[in-house]
């Protein structure tokens, strides 16, 4: 049988991390037939629910895997911590800007990463998702504090800010969120949060952000043009082909990767367990083509520079959702794919919300990665002046 449970891919991957070479389908009776080249060390998959903060959970996951490659034991991290002290900083921006900036639960894996850097990090335990729920639920708190801030601008209206503003606001975060700790006990320990993150041995100087377009210089930063990036972060430009090298050469060397991706294609089919580019676009495809799409492997398009710039420009490629690779994997024709642990939980399909991503499928829609600078190989690292 080639189907594989999900627990297996969890045992295989955290505890032993050598298991021996056995055959997965993409779901259960799929055509995909899937032998892992390499598996890293990495978290039980989550459930971001009805939330739209998939880059706190992705780069949490590769935070977790850090941990894991480091020689650390293995901590479930707060997303919501990261979400919490985010919406802090996002709010008084929103407010500088008059309104005039994306302010929702989107953002980039630099965000994330500049928490880690400004304000530490807590488990899970000490800063778990408000009110006993199991999974986040955060409409209502992104209208609210939308439609709050929204009204602080216009009744300034030319004038002073109410000087409480940023108080009632920060009520409302607390509200929805919870108190921000100070300090913690953990494990007979008294920490702060970045008293806990030093001590976990997580330097947010050590991550670095890269992704490949030619309406930017190769080998320089700049600022990625997509609407969750409010923040205004810069990332690092390499050419597509380097882009994959960084990836491979993170995955060979035991280094994993957050990867941010468009999943509004035909051919992101996480239900399926895969992520390829077909050679005809859907609405060239007959019914019968559609039907049987992801049933077994075939011939996809080969990705140039171009095409990936192209789609970017004309809005088919935007800025959808972050995950997390962890490993490589062949199929039964000899094509590489990511292993790709995703944040829709492991009810999300058959393998337990892992995903196989082709390579050129990772070639079009990614907008960006997030990895460990020493997972960068040297020549490229040089180019870049990262040392």
């Not at 479930?76 to 921006?93: A, C, H, P, W």
């Not at 409302?172 to 006990?185: C, H, M, Q, R, V």
Request: proline residues 4%.
């Amino acid at each position: 049988m080639h189907f594989k449970l999900p627990f297996l891919l969890f045992f295989c991957s955290v505890i032993a991390n050598n298991c021996e070479a056995q055959t997965i389908t993409n779901k259960k009776n799929g055509g995909f037939i899937f032998t892992p080249e390499k598996e890293i060390n990495y978290t039980a998959v989550k459930n971001q629910y009805k939330s739209s903060t998939c880059w706190s959970f992705s780069t949490l996951s590769f935070l977790e895997s850090e941990l894991a490659r480091m020689g650390k034991p293995v901590v479930d991290l707060s997303e919501m911590f990261v979400v919490r002290n985010t919406y802090s900083i996002k709010g008084q921006k929103y407010v500088r800007m008059q309104g005039t900036i994306n302010f929702g639960p989107g953002s980039e894996f630099h965000d994330a990463i500049n928490i880690l850097k400004l304000k530490g990090i807590v488990p899970d335990q000490v800063y778990p998702i408000k009110g006993g729920l199991t999974k986040p639920e955060q409409g209502e708190a992104d209208n609210v504090l939308k439609a709050m801030l929204n009204e602080i601008i216009k009744t300034h209206d030319g004038g002073k800010l109410s000087a409480n503003w940023k108080d009632v606001y920060e009520g409302a975060l607390d509200g929805y969120y919870g108190k921000l700790p100070e300090s913690f006990d953990y494990n007979g320990k008294k920490y702060t949060p970045k008293s806990y993150a030093a001590e976990l041995g997580l330097n947010a100087d050590d991550y670095i952000e890269l992704g490949s377009y030619t309406h930017h210089p190769f080998y320089e930063k700049f600022i990625l043009e997509v609407s969750d990036n409010w923040s205004w972060g810069e990332i690092y430009n390499v050419p597509l082909n380097e882009l994959q090298q960084i990836a491979d050469n993170a995955i060979n060397n035991n280094y994993t990767v957050a990867w941010a991706s468009d999943v509004s294609e035909f051919g992101f089919a996480h239900k399926n367990g895969v992520a390829i580019v077909p050679l005809k676009d859907k609405a060239d495809m007959n019914q019968a083509e559609k039907d049987s799409a992801f049933n077994k492997p075939y011939e996809e398009r080969v990705i140039t520079q171009e095409m990936r710039q192209l789609a970017f420009d004309n809005l088919t490629t935007t800025d959808d959702h972050g995950m997390h690779i962890v490993g490589t994997a062949k199929d039964q024709n000899g094509k590489r794919y990511y292993m790709v642990k995703n944040s829709w939980g492991t009810d999300s399909n058959d393998l337990g919300g892992i995903l196989y991503v082709s390579t050129s499928y990772f070639n079009y829609k990614t907008t960006s990665i997030l990895v460990h600078k020493k997972a960068i190989p040297a020549d490229i690292a040089k180019k870049l002046n990262i040392k």
